[in-house]
């Protein structure tokens, strides 16, 4: 884990700021994470427990395939969600895969919107990626309108594509591609 003195944001925005994953969430992310419980079933499970956020954030920030971003509010620093940047390929693909999820206390308020912006900012900009994917179930209608919202396009349908809850569950695939025209930019 970086250095949990560390206070820098990674990006800004108007109401929101981009954070790396560290310890000193836990309690903070755990308890929300159990608080939107309602709201994240049966899409996604983010870690309810701090030992389990710990092996949760270690291995988003010591995977070189990996990179998360905690979404704070600006007018608070609360936590508003978080978006993460999975299974990232590099060479000649430049591609990750995103994951993301917003908190009950934030849902519906445009925060986990302003922070999907500035990730592909940074993910198109610094990071150099040229192409993110989100495969999403196909009755997630907020996550839908969300990367809809964010300029993805709808690329295909892949049934049976993750183990979630206890079942296969079928996909959509959405991506969306930096507008530039060669490797990084």
Known sequence: MPDQNLALPLAEGPRTRLDPYRLDDAEEFTALARASRELHRPWLFPPEDTEAFAAYAGRIVE?????GYLVRAREDGRVAGFININNIVRAGFQCGALGYGAF????????LTEGLGLV???????LGLHRLEANIQPANAASIALVRRAGFRL???SPDFLFIDGAWRDHERWAITARVSGPCG
């Open 120 to 126: 592909l900012r940074h993910a198109f900009g610094p």
């Open 155 to 157: 690329e295909g349908f």
């Open 104 to 111: 009950a206390h934030a849902a519906g308020r445009g925060l």
């Open 63 to 67: 995977d070189p395939t990996k990179q």
